[in-house]
């Protein structure tokens, strides 16, 4: 049986390599950099940090918002009207025409045999 010394070394050193690594939020001694003195510690409680307008004020589009609105406006409708349109290719429905097909041929077949 080999020697557990080595495995016991390097279990430690790895223990004590991933417990340094490791930063929780806000605890441990010392600076991290998730809480530096610049940063707040409670944030403003508004949506995205930004102060909502004046009363009898609207909020100001941004550059980004209306061709972001218009692209997923058209891509709900494209995929509405396209995945709506589709054809119809499972196999119960193949096989349902098939199956018609096979009734009329009977049915011919016994019309022109009577």
């Not at 119809?88 to 019309?111: V, Y």
Request: with cysteine; glycine share 8%; proline share 10%.
């Amino acid at each position: 049986m080999p020697p557990l010394k080595p495995f016991a070394a390097a279990a430690s050193t790895l223990r004590s390599r991933i417990t340094s690594s490791l930063r929780t939020r806000g605890s441990g001694g010392g600076p991290s950099r998730w809480m530096t003195p610049g940063h707040e510690e409670h944030p403003k409680g508004f949506a995205f940090n930004s102060t909502p307008p004046q009363p009898g004020q609207s909020r100001k589009w941004e550059d980004w918002e209306l061709p972001c609105y218009i692209t997923s406006f058209l891509t709900i409708v494209i995929l509405g009207v396209g995945l709506s349109a589709k054809p119809d290719l499972t196999i119960e429905t193949w096989a349902h025409q098939k199956a018609l097909e096979r009734l009329h041929l009977e049915e011919a077949q016994s019309a022109e045999s009577d």
